[in-house]
């Protein structure tokens, strides 16, 4: 996964995974490597929320 990926990018990315599994576009050859796709977005997407919940959090302390 690219390290300069924005949120919005990863977000982009997990609805189009999302969808091809959902419409049977994904092969059963595929399907793994898209869960491991989504679940490194999922992190990627998780790591960016806690650091802008921090960030916010030290604003707003001051």
Do not use: H, P, W
């Amino acid at each position: 996964m690219d390290k300069k990926m924005t949120y919005e990018q990863a977000i982009k990315r997990l609805e189009q995974i999302v969808k091809q599994i959902e419409s049977g576009e994904t092969d059963i050859d595929s399907l793994t490597a898209n869960l491991k796709e989504a679940k490194c977005l999922v992190g990627f997407c998780k790591e960016k929320l806690t650091n802008v919940e921090t960030e916010v959090k030290k604003c707003l302390d001051l």
